[in-house]
């Protein structure tokens, strides 16, 4: 079966402007996280569902981000009023369930570039 | 503060070297995962450990719940096998991962 897909797969936008990007988890994966990665560092926890809901949030850096799961499947990354330390590749994952003991299937990410 | 610590932060050897990459963390954790990283790939998943040892191929993982440290080994390395190996931890209490600065290796032909 399909993995998991992430679209687009480069964004270049300019500072102030509004970018969406879209995670397709797993068929059946009832939990998907959004990471952020800086170059040069590991996955940063941004935001997680289970099902349509977000279970913890604390990851999201200010309000000008936001994440929807609306169907509990695909979800959308939302980023208002973009600026240019919001530059870096963002990560999508799903899992069958939400515990550290279960593996997180990643997809290639979006390379968002805020000019 | 990064709770989680990998050394080294870059590796160069040859082929056929065996090598070790090191995972350690500050507290209890419920699960560590070792991943992969190519350049301008996606990452996937190696290992998930939550005591012993476990061996795929040619790549071991171990921890050392005692010493909250764990290493991923690789035997008869391959330039194929260059790439970023990252530790992951979920802390007990608080299950989302959290992840170290990875290991970029690279092996030379």
């Known amino acids: 079966g399909a993995g998991v897909s992430q679209t687009p797969s480069n964004k270049v936008t300019e500072k102030g402007k509004y970018v969406e990007l879209r995670c397709d988890p797993i068929?059946?994966?009832?939990?998907l996280y959004w990471y952020r990665q800086s170059l040069g560092q590991g996955p940063e926890f941004l935001i997680y569902?289970?099902?349509?809901?977000?279970?913890?949030d604390s990851g999201l850096p200010n309000d000008r981000f936001f994440a929807v799961r609306p169907e509990g499947s695909v979800s959308t990354l939302k980023i208002q009023r973009t600026e240019r330390g919001d530059s870096a590749v963002y990560l999508c994952?799903?899992?069958?369930?939400?515990?550290?003991?279960?593996?997180?299937?990643f997809g290639p990410g979006t390379r968002l570039t805020v000019l | 503060k990064n709770e989680v610590e990998q050394s080294p932060q870059n590796l160069t050897a040859q082929e056929g070297e065996f090598i070790t990459i090191n995972c350690s963390y500050s507290v209890g954790i419920s699960a560590l995962h070792w991943l992969q990283q190519h350049p301008g790939g996606g990452i996937v998943s190696l290992f998930m450990?939550?005591?012993g040892k476990k061996k795929h191929g040619r790549l071991i993982a171990t921890i050392n719940i005692q010493e909250k440290h764990s290493s991923l080994h690789i035997t008869a390395s391959h330039p194929r096998d260059s790439a970023v190996y990252i530790c992951a931890v979920g802390f007990f209490g608080n299950e989302k991962l959290t992840f170290g600065t990875g290991t970029r290796l690279t092996i030379i032909p």
């Open positions: 569902f289970q099902g349509t809901g977000a279970a913890d």
């Open positions: 068929s059946g994966h009832t939990a």
């Open positions: 994952a799903s899992s069958l369930g939400f515990t550290s003991y279960n593996e997180q299937f």
């Open positions: 450990l939550s005591s």
